[in-house]
């Protein structure tokens, strides 16, 4: 019965799968979501009553999250909704009943592969739309949650660890063991995902393990009933996943351990993967988007990768050294069952903790590329360092929460080990960060690959080796050993295969930087080229925007950075990138560029990043045999107290075949002004590609320039709201009377070039 209900189950979550990633939404799971997209827009005033359904702290701000809300506009009334608003006060308690006004602000799309995209993010956990500058009009609820009990015992207990704690170790604490997020350190966060540790800082099977499973377990050594001991572990289980806040993750082990529960008070078998499976339905019952949530995604394969993949291989090791032991004889040559000695119990733990963690890194391989697009490469040793010390730290953190609630001198010293455990973790993963290779940058694979993974992993995990029956057994343990040697090395063959990176075609994209410049292009040799990178307008554009697209296409460093000019909006991007540490092997610069401060400040990050500086003077080449980049402009000697005008411009040819023919011919030209492109119109011809000069601005674009160009495609890089009117009208003007066909990034998002045309991100 129980695996006819996973089917049952599977089938069901299938058929979900389908819509929500189909072509056709034939179960109707977009509908609220375009409801709403197609009755309210960005500035809309609308009154909205809802249910409060959670509540965090975030940036010093209370963000609440309403649903079930009725939402009251201008163009009519949309029902059972819900939203988000942000307060500076954290009074409203939970499960009330709100009366509010505001604007609305809808959530934006990704502009750029890599980039986040808000919308399908808050989409995916139910929710449509921000409510700015809010207006509570009234807020009720009844007495049973009107002290809001949970989230201020959550508050308590940060404060106990704030006083305890030293630096940004009481926000660690707290989300680990309550999942209070307000004070995570963000650097610290960052550096968890890159070492691949970022899971200790969620609520997840962990905590239900040393909490919740713990308690049933004593419980019943204590004499209680099979019901009472498991009527008292599902409350706290429940009143625990609602105080650390009802994450995804959270939902799904607490429910799992109900089911647990249930299974063993009634005398059943429990079954993980038909419990597993009834989890995903129920999620996906009350919001059917869950399934594309990073969360639900990362959960419910972590517990798959167990069961599939990291199980049976650990088993095989333990069945080896179970017969290791019933082989282990006297001096009399009779079977000795005594404990074996200690050395050879660590290893076995060290061993059997490695095939562990290595089959968890081969079933999650795939997600983890999907979702980050680089993996790293030591986080099988990290988490044999640190996982060990979890359930102390969150038993340790737990008690000395809330002793702490009462008696905060006691708490002070029950959390002792807690800042020795957490200065420990903090360590070790700052140390591997800086270990050579500690990430690989793998960048987004097909689906199909990723399908070819998962079957061949599936097939040599389950594989059974042939084994004579009347085998001698210590030839029949060498044959168990060599089976798993076996399938570890094709597993690890597989893994480093779907690591290595796909050959490159040649492209260009002009990403959406808003009101900047930043190009990525990338030849089939596999030498990758970027032009520019800043921004005036999104603030982090490097870490946000530009370092994710890298990561998304697998590019793992850059080998040669052309930087135009000095101007921000061309620069603050690389400038963040090298304070990163991302790898840029040559930066290149014109011999003609003017020192100041942000040169200065350019040079000397490159030289801590090990970057090589190139200048290039008129008439210089740089490139390979497929694609060139000659420096065109400025003229060698040439000066102006206007940097604009000494920007380097580029013509770029590209040449499939090498074999001397341009195929495809672009211009690059920063920001310089008519005059300058007057007299580049004389050295140069047709191109196909022209990337617009100074963002569009009514003083470029140059009638003569343009006319010489006829450019096949022309694309304006600019923010739709900026304070400088670019584009300008005349400037669009004299595009469209010689260009070809004209892009912009505020319409198209990130605009790609290749040898099959051109395709805009945003459609």
């Not at 993967?273 to 419910?300: D, H, Q, R, W």
């Not at 597989?494 to 050959?503: D, E, N, Q, R």
């Not at 697998?554 to 080998?559: L, V």
């Not at 008129?618 to 000659?630: A, I, P, R, S, Y």
Request: proline share 3%.
């Amino acid at each position: 019965m129980g695996r006819r209900l996973a089917s049952i189950s599977l089938l069901f979550i299938l058929i979900i799968a389908l819509s929500v990633y189909g072509p056709w939404d034939f179960l109707g799971a977009y509908t609220k979501l375009d409801l709403v997209y197609d009755n309210l827009s960005d500035g809309v005033h609308v009154n909205a009553t809802g249910w409060i359904a959670g509540k965090e702290i975030k940036n010093d701000k209370t963000v609440y999250y309403v649903k079930d809300a009725t939402i009251s506009c201008e163009n009519g009334t949309l029902n059972q909704n819900s939203f988000i608003f942000k307060s500076d006060s954290y009074k409203i308690p939970n499960k009330s009943k709100v009366n509010i006004e505001g604007t609305v602000s809808l959530f934006t799309s990704a502009r750029n592969e890599g980039g986040f995209d808000m919308k399908s993010y808050y989409s995916s956990l139910g929710y449509y739309f921000e409510l700015k500058e809010p207006s509570v009009i009234s807020a009720s609820c009844n007495s049973l949650f009107s002290k809001d009990s949970l989230f201020t015992l959550s508050e308590r207990i940060m404060e106990v660890y704030r006083l305890c704690l030293p630096g940004e170790e009481a926000g660690f604490l707290a989300s680990v063991t309550i999942g209070n997020k307000s004070e995570l350190d963000p650097d610290l966060k960052s550096l968890f995902q890159l070492v691949g540790v970022a899971h200790v800082l969620a609520v997840s099977g962990l905590h239900v393990s040393v909490v919740c499973m713990s308690l049933y377990r004593i419980f019943r050594k204590r004499g209680l009933s099979f019901l009472i001991a498991g009527g008292m572990s599902a409350a706290v289980a429940v009143m625990y996943g609602a105080l650390t806040g009802g994450s995804i993750s959270a939902v799904r082990a607490i429910g799992m351990f109900l089911i647990y529960l249930l299974a063993d008070i009634t005398g059943e078998s429990y079954d993980s993967i038909t419990a597993l499976a009834v989890m995903a339905v129920m999620l996906l019952l009350e919001n059917p988007l869950y399934i594309k949530n990073g969360s639900f995604i990362f959960s419910f394969s972590a517990i798959l990768g167990i069961i599939f993949v990291a199980q049976p291989i650990s088993k095989k090791y333990l069945e080896i050294c179970n017969k290791k032991k019933r082989l282990r004889k006297s001096d009399n040559g009779v079977f000795v069952d005594e404990k074996l000695p200690l050395r050879i119990r660590i290893k076995e733990w060290i061993t059997a903790s490695l095939i562990f963690s290595f089959g968890i890194t081969v079933a999650m391989l795939p997600i983890v590329i999907y979702m980050y697009y680089e993996t790293p490469l030591y986080s099988i040793l990290l988490n044999l360092l640190i996982l060990p010390f979890m359930p102390i730290l969150l038993g340790f953190g737990l008690t000395g929460g809330i002793v702490g609630l009462y008696m905060l001198p006691l708490a002070k010293i029950i959390l002792g080990p807690c800042h020795i455990l957490i200065y420990f973790i903090e360590a070790c993963a700052f140390y591997f960060s800086k270990l050579p290779f500690s990430t690989i940058i793998a960048g987004r694979k097909h689906f199909v690959f990723t399908v070819v993974y998962y079957i061949i992993a599936f097939c040599i995990v389950q594989h059974r080796f042939r084994r004579e029956i009347d085998m001698n057994p210590r030839k029949e343990l060498a044959g168990l050993v060599k089976a798993l040697v076996v399938q570890i090395i094709l597993l690890f063959m597989m893994v480093a295969l779907f690591l290595t990176p796909s050959k490159p075609k040649f492209e260009i994209d002009i990403l959406d930087v808003g009101q900047g410049d930043g190009i990525y292009i990338s030849s089939e040799d596999g030498i990758r080229y970027f032009i520019d990178g800043g921004s005036t307008s999104s603030d982090l554009i490097g870490k946000y925007t530009m370092l994710p697209f890298l990561k998304y296409k697998g590019a793992s460093h850059i080998d040669y950075w052309f930087l135009s000019h000095m101007d921000l909006d061309h620069v603050s991007g690389v400038l963040e990138l090298l304070e990163s540490g991302y790898r840029i092997d040559n930066i290149v610069l014109s011999s003609e560029m003017p020192q100041g401060e942000t040169l200065s400040e350019l040079l000397s990050l490159a030289n801590s990043n090990g970057t090589n500086i190139i200048y290039m003077s008129q008439g210089d080449v740089c490139g390979t045999k497929h694609l060139t980049f000659e420096c065109v402009f400025p003229t060698a000697g040439l000066t102006s107290d206007d940097i604009n005008a000494l920007s380097l411009s580029l013509l770029m040819k590209y040449d499939r075949d090498a074999d001397g023919t341009c195929d495809y011919s672009g211009f690059f030209g920063g920001d310089i002004g008519a005059d300058q492109e007057q007299i580049i119109a004389e050295s140069v011809n047709h191109v196909n590609l022209l990337k617009v000069s100074h963002h569009g601005s009514r003083f470029s674009s140059d009638d003569t320039f343009l006319t010489k160009l006829s450019p096949d495609i022309a694309v304006v890089s600019c923010a739709k709201v900026n304070r400088y009117g670019h584009p300008s009208p005349e400037a669009i003007e004299r595009l469209e009377n010689a260009a070809g066909r004209i892009y912009y990034t505020m319409d198209s998002g990130r605009v790609r070039i290749n040898e099959q045309g051109v395709d805009e991100f945003v459609r």
